[in-house]
């Protein structure tokens, strides 16, 4: 069982439960964080994470939930739990990826050239995301996408 939060060096907590599951790793992961986010719940489902629950649980709730994970369950905070599938994530992987580097502040060329793609392509995927979020611009988008959990 691994017990991880969204931010962290190097990686995140999700990209973390992605990267264990596409390792098919048997390792349970359970998000503990402050962020409540549906989107950032939304994606850790999907990335297989098996509970995400909010720092400021009680501690005899976190250690139960621990517990039930160890058992094979699924456990969520309820507050989060209706709201998470009201409204989808429209966003695609790319899509992400290319707004968390021009929230870096990293330029189209510079962006282009980490992720391997044209700057042409880079352009596209700003965007798609910025029509998708009703932006005016990438720095708008950005900041929408994180309020949401979507970045």
């Known amino acids: 069982m691994l017990v991880t939060d969204i931010e962290m ?7 973390l439960a992605g990267e264990l599951q596409r390792r098919a790793a048997h390792t349970a992961v359970i998000i503990l964080t402050t962020f409540a986010r549906s989107g950032y719940l939304r994606r850790a489902l999907e990335a ?3 509970g995400y629950l909010l720092k ?3 501690a ?3 250690a139960e939930a621990v517990r039930r994970v160890h058992r094979g369950l699924k456990v969520i905070d309820p507050n ?3 709201e998470a599938w009201s409204e989808p994530d429209p966003l695609t ?3 992400r ?6 929230a870096d502040g990293l330029s189209t060329g510079n962006a282009a050239e980490k992720l391997g793609l044209s700057e042409g392509t880079v352009r596209n995927y700003l965007s798609e995301a910025i029509n998708k979020l009703g932006a005016q611009n990438r720095i708008e988008a950005a900041r929408i996408a994180r309020a949401k959990g979507w970045l």
């Open 80 to 82: 989060l739990a209706a």
């Open 56 to 58: 400021d649980a009680p």
């Open 93 to 95: 992987e790319r899509e």
């Open 48 to 50: 297989g994470a098996r």
């Open 97 to 102: 990826q290319v707004l968390r580097l021009a």
């Open 60 to 62: 005899r709730e976190l």
């Open 9 to 15: 060096p190097e990686m995140t907590g999700l990209e």
